[in-house]
Nanobody, 115 residues
């Protein structure tokens, strides 16, 4: 059984940065790609960015050049470094494997970007 816990969200002004954390109860990074997902108000939950076990990343066009996924294998933690935040980034952010495993969804962490 794997538990994923998201943290680090908050309320910030446009243009600022946040770093979200996803702590895993065991190291699964060698066997699974990891992804960050978000669900904005009134929208479906979508993939934002992912990182493979080898460290390669892919991201959606909406966050290209702004978001990255640092990883600390010793802490069983992946991060979502979010720079140049925009109001449209407002959402609840979740981590999971890629492809997702339904039982791995946590509570998520709220990110609100507004003036």
């Amino acid at each position: 059984q794997v538990q994923l816990v998201e943290s680090g969200g908050g309320s910030v002004q446009p243009g600022r940065s946040l770093r979200l954390s996803c702590a895993a109860s065991k190291n699964i990074f060698r066997s699974h790609a990891m992804g960050w997902y978000r669900q904005a108000p009134g929208k479906e939950r979508d993939l934002v960015e992912r990182i493979t076990s080898g460290g390669s990343t892919n991201h959606t066009d909406s966050v290209k050049g702004r978001f990255t996924i640092p990883r600390d294998n010793a802490k069983n933690t992946v991060y979502l470094q979010m720079n140049s935040l925009k109001p449209e980034d407002t959402a609840v952010y979740y981590c999971n494997t890629f492809p997702v495993r339904e039982g791995y969804w946590g509570q998520g962490t709220q990110v609100t970007v507004s003036s």
